[in-house]
């Protein structure tokens, strides 16, 4: 919690609710914490599917980190945020050669994910440069459907298939100029991380000389729960770099860098989303906290089954002389009309009561960027508290007129 109870109060006056709020100095921190973790030996590029709001990437770009785009919509809004061309790295996956054109116009580095994308690359960009995106075997991640490397998900290249990889470089006359991976999301523990490493720096031994650079991709965790421990860089420095002296020695481009993709490291915790109680009930005995907070705002939870902190600010207007704090359990829900529209479960909130205000920490990381107008509801507005202080609005709520505008 980045904010006194009364400024969330008043955010939410002036702004609506449900709204994000962002901390820059948070934001700054996370930047400047990761660059710092790795000696200048990784490189970190923000994937900004987790946040792509362009104030923040502003910040980002402005504490000297890279990007990385997995979508022609990303790399546009990417240039609009200050973003070079050769700031930025595209990951796609299965898109079309339309796609990969708008990068190749831009002088953007493409990702080539299978080696059908390789082809299709090769046939409208014949001598150009090109990385590959190779799944090492090893995944990891919080939950199932995030996990993007191993035997069970769509992501990467087989390393079995590397001759057939260097037979269409050859074929197209391109210039391979990085491989790049990516085990997961939200890792805790490096043990996963360095493995997978490993098993991509042998590959690039036995087959690719001459890189420009190795991508290990992320995407580094964040503690969603209490309990949970930071991920401790101070442990994977001591896990990773002897890894990568061992690769130094032995490779024939002593240039080579390497890279890494935080993800939702650098903005998750600088996130708040703050919502209003507008029905408290109880149903078989089951308590309920009805707020604005519908899975359109935040899909994470119903999504992912993921975990959220999540505070309760009371109402200093209402009157609660006499009423003593509730500990009993109650199950937060949103104004979705689905069963599983659950934002979190048998929390010990006390005793909730109409225009209260839920807190959802950790919220800045894949929180508006998947917002829907699903039962058509509206999404909310973006505000950034500044470093000096100041609040202001950084993306406006929509309006009812905006459901309809593209009719």
Known sequence: MFLKNEEAFEIVREFGSPVYVYSEDILRQRCRELIDAFDGRLSPSFSI?????????????????????????????????????????????????????????????VSADSLSQLESLGRINRGGRVALRFNPGIGAGHCEKVVTAG???????????????????????????????????????????????????????????????????????????????????????????????????????????????PGRYLVAECGLLLGTVHAVKENYGEAYVGTDIGFNVLMRPVLYDSYHEVKLLRNSDETRKGAGEKALPATIVGNICESGDILAAKRLLGDARENDIIAVENAGAYGYSMASNYNCRLRPAEVLKTAQGEVKLIRAADTLESLIENF
């Open 49 to 109: 599917k987790a946040n792509s709001n362009i104030s923040l990437l502003n910040i980002i770009r402005e504490e000297g980190i890279g990007a990385d785009a997995m979508s022609h919509g990303e790399i546009f809004v990417l240039e609009h945020a200050g973003f070079s061309s050769d700031e930025i790295f595209y990951i796609g996956n299965n898109v079309s050669a339309d796609e990969l054109r708008y990068c190749i116009d831009r002088g953007i580095l």
């Open 151 to 261: 035997h069970k998900t769509k992501f990467g290249i087989d390393p079995r298939f590397c001759a057939q990889a260097k037979e269409l470089l050859s074929k197209y006359d391109m210039k391979l100029v990085g491989i790049n991976q990516h085990i997961g999301s939200l890792f805790l523990e490096p043990a996963p991380y360095v493995e997978a490493a490993e098993n991509l720096l042998e590959m690039v031994l036995d087959n690719f000389p001459g890189l420009d650079f190795v991508d290990f991709g992320g995407g580094f965790g964040v503690p969603y729960r209490p309990d949970e421990p930071r991920l401790d860089f101070g442990k994977l420095r001591e896990m990773l770099f002897p890894v990568l002296d061992s690769f130094m020695e032995r490779y024939d481009n002593k240039y080579v860098h390497f890279k890494c993709e």
